[in-house]
């Protein structure tokens, strides 16, 4: 296993892509591609949340992806800066896809919390002139699933405030700007397939934020899959005790299943997948 660190630049900002990628052997699979997952912390947009990186990476890691952590600008840079470095990340993947063992039509972006706001931004504006107008080729920055866990989305009625008007600063009462970032109003027919997850009794940002993207997926018959799980308080990762602190705080048991219920459902929502042990053409 290799582990890299890249300085990753967009026309907005500049950020950090951190990566756990698994070698071939030449006795096994010497041209195995794997799909790739890029995964966005959460942490309000004034701090990214340790918990929700390397963990979830190895996680990601130890069902055949390609991981890789992205640590995006923060307050006080505004949206779209951290979705054009997300951007920026797709491409790079894309770019170095054979020296990093990847499929290029098999890359995931992923967050939780407000980086599920950053990771649902590029899937319902890789094709729009947000970022195509920086030079961004939609081709080289679309994302071919989403994986998005007590995700930010909406401005509206059951938003999180905190997450929104650091998202937008000065522009927080701005009704265009608060529409540009309620997602479930940017979803098409080119939002790509998601995987969905929240926790009945999340205090923090209600499970209606992820309803509200499923039932728009919906509307536009685009593919997801959404959980609803009983109880987990805000942060809880992957619920286990290697995310939560010392004093149990962030165990969540009902949770701790969704990384394979993710992983079995990317494997099989279609043909824009490859299987992740298919040996490579």
Not at 25 to 36: L, M
Not at 96 to 108: C, E, P, T
Request: hydrophobic content about 40%.
């Amino acid at each position: 296993m290799r582990l890299i660190k890249e300085n990753i630049s967009s026309p907005l900002g500049q950020a950090v892509l951190k990566g756990y990628v698994l070698d071939n052997y030449d006795n096994v699979d010497p041209d195995r591609k794997r799909p790739a997952i890029i995964i966005c912390p959460g942490g309000g947009f004034d701090h990214l949340s340790p918990r929700e990186g390397e963990p979830v990476a190895v996680r990601m890691l130890s069902h055949g992806f390609q991981a890789f952590i992205l640590e995006y600008s923060l307050d006080p840079a505004r949206f779209p800066v951290a979705v054009s470095e997300l951007a920026a990340a797709v491409k790079y993947l894309r770019q170095h896809a054979q020296s990093l063992h990847i499929a290029s039509d098999a890359i995931w972006v992923a967050g939780m919390s407000a980086g599920g706001h950053v990771a649902a931004s590029l899937g319902v504006y890789w094709h729009n002139p947000l970022l195509n107008d920086l030079g961004f080729d939609p081709q080289q920055i679309q994302p071919n699933g989403l994986l998005l866990g007590y995700p930010v989305i909406t401005s509206g009625q059951f938003a999180h405030r905190y997450s929104i008007n650091s998202l937008l600063g000065d522009d927080s009462n701005n009704p265009q700007a608060l529409k540009s970032v309620s997602l479930e109003e940017q979803v098409s027919k080119f939002t790509p397939p998601t995987f969905l997850w929240s926790t009945a009794d999340d205090q923090s940002v209600p499970c209606e934020n992820a309803i509200l993207f499923a039932n728009a997926m919906k509307a536009h018959h685009r593919p997801f899959q959404l959980h609803v799980f009983p109880s987990g308080r805000h942060g809880s990762s992957l619920g286990t005790a290697e995310t939560a602190l010392p004093d149990g705080k962030y165990r969540a048991a009902s949770i701790v299943s969704w990384p394979e219920m993710f992983t079995d459902w990317a494997q099989n929502i279609g043909h824009t997948f490859l299987n992740f042990h298919q040996q490579s053409k």
